[in-house]
Every structure is written in C-alpha cells, then in structure tokens.
C-alpha cells in the first residue's frame, strides 16, 4: 500500500539544469577572485536567476525555475562549496500525530511552493509520486553524465523525514552527486525537499560498498547534511 503524502509539489529536473549546477564549482569568477555583490547580481542577470529568501533560507531561483541554495560566499566558481538544487517540497505525514494534520500553516507553505513559476502540485500525494519526480530526475542525472549511479538505497528517517525514497550516487573527479530526499534546514524545518546535491568528494571518506547501507547513509550525511 503506497504510504501517504500530505501535499507534494515540484518541477520536473532537465539535463540543462543538471549541467549548469556540476559546472558551478569551476565557472568564472570576477577579476582578482573577489565575488562582491555587484559581480554576482551580474552573473545573475546573464543566467536569469533571482534572489529567494522565503521558501529555503539565502537561495537563488535559477533560470530553470528551481530553487539553489550553496554554503559559500558566491555561488559560481568555488570548488570548495556544497551546492544544493531543489527540484520538489513534499509534506510527510507523521505516523506519530494522531490529527495527521500537523498544522494548517504547513498547507500555506506548500502553496507556495505550488505557486511558484512552472510548478505543479498534488494533493494528497503518495510515496509513489515522489519517487517518480525522483525517476525523471535521476534519468536527467544520468542523461547528462552518460552513466547510472553509482549506489542505489532507500533514504533514512534520521536524515529527512518521510517514507523512505530512493536516494542514488554518482561521483564526478571531484564532486559527489546525491539525489534524493533531505531535510529543509529552514526557515521552518517540517518539509522535505528532493533535491540533487553536487558537493565536494573531499566532504567525506571513500564511498562504502552498495551492501553497506548503514556507511552509505552516512556518507551521504557527511555529504549534504549542514
């Protein structure tokens, strides 16, 4: 039986997209290497980004229409810094709230989250809708990159809340990519977003082998968990 979903939204992941976030650690910076805020909002306007502040905390909405968010001062042209697209919200249901409801404010956030340019929402949703969003996602990865993932395995409760969904690796020379489900980090905490990550390989320890579960949840902890 497919495990419920209060509400899910999304915004289907192209190969484009999936190209420009693996080429943000090497793309040019301003002269001297210094990213002042004129630089960026140059970079900005030349990709069709913008500035978004309320749905995930400092993020950036691309000019494919998802939501960015990096740990570094700039987003272009720092190798060092972990980078995040997302690409869906989903509202789990909490088995432990016997309403199921968790809050009427949480809905509000979810349309939001609908309301965005060339998203689409469905509501209630199903585990199987997300690992969908997740397949279409993980074909684009794959897509640009002309190879499967590395690892395959079902997501962990402690590292986002929700039924469990496929997460899978693929590894460049310097970066691991991770898509699956993760914890919104704010700026309230109760949503999970689905979100490809490209972060630096150096974050964690070699990559487990595909039987060890436990040291893969791990090492993707170690990856895209702030």
Request: proline content about 12%; charged content about 20%.
């Given at each position: 039986?497919?495990?419920?979903?209060?509400?899910?939204?999304?915004?289907?992941?192209p190969?484009?997209?999936?190209?420009?976030?693996?080429a943000?650690?090497?793309a040019?910076?301003?002269?001297?290497?210094?990213?002042?805020?004129d630089?960026v909002?140059?970079?900005?306007?030349?990709?069709?980004?913008?500035w978004?502040?309320?749905?995930?905390?400092?993020?950036?909405?691309?000019?494919?229409?998802?939501l960015?968010?990096?740990?570094?001062?700039?987003?272009?042209?720092?190798?060092?810094?972990?980078?995040f697209?997302?690409?869906?919200?989903?509202?789990?249901?909490?088995p432990?709230?016997g309403?199921m409801t968790?809050?009427?404010?949480?809905?509000?956030?979810?349309?939001?989250?609908?309301?965005?340019?060339?998203w689409?929402?469905?509501?209630?949703?199903?585990?199987?809708?997300?690992e969908?969003?997740?397949?279409?996602?993980?074909?684009?990865?794959?897509g640009?990159?002309?190879?499967?993932?590395?690892?395959?395995?079902?997501s962990?409760?402690?590292?986002?809340?929700g039924?469990?969904?496929?997460?899978?690796?693929?590894?460049?020379p310097?970066?691991?990519?991770?898509?699956?489900?993760a914890?919104?980090?704010?700026?309230y905490?109760?949503?999970?977003?689905l979100q490809?990550?490209?972060?630096?390989?150096?974050?964690?320890?070699?990559?487990?082998?595909?039987?060890?579960?436990?040291g893969?949840?791990?090492?993707?902890?170690?990856h895209?968990?702030w």
């Open positions: 039986m497919p495990i419920p979903v209060h509400a899910l939204a999304h915004r289907p992941l190969p484009e997209a999936v190209a420009e976030l693996i943000l650690p090497t040019p910076r301003a002269p001297g290497g210094v990213d002042t805020f630089a909002e140059a970079e900005m306007r030349q990709r069709g980004w913008s978004q502040h309320e749905l995930v905390t400092d993020s950036y909405r691309t000019g494919y229409g998802h960015l968010c990096t740990d570094g001062e700039s987003p272009f042209g720092d190798p060092e810094a972990r980078h697209v997302v690409f869906g919200e989903l509202y789990p249901v909490d432990d709230d309403s968790n809050g009427r404010w949480l809905y509000d956030l979810m349309d939001d989250w609908q309301r965005l340019p060339g689409t929402g469905r509501r209630p949703s199903t585990d199987q809708d997300c969908a969003v997740l397949a279409q996602a993980a074909q684009a990865v794959t640009h990159l002309g190879t499967p993932p590395e690892r395959t395995l079902p962990s409760e402690a590292l986002a809340a039924p469990p969904l496929t997460q899978r690796i693929w590894r460049t310097t970066h691991a990519l991770v898509l699956g489900p914890p919104d980090n704010g700026p905490g109760y949503l999970t977003h490809l990550s490209c972060t630096p390989l150096s974050c964690g320890p070699e990559l487990p082998p595909a039987d060890d579960e436990e893969l949840t791990k090492w993707i902890s170690a895209v968990d």
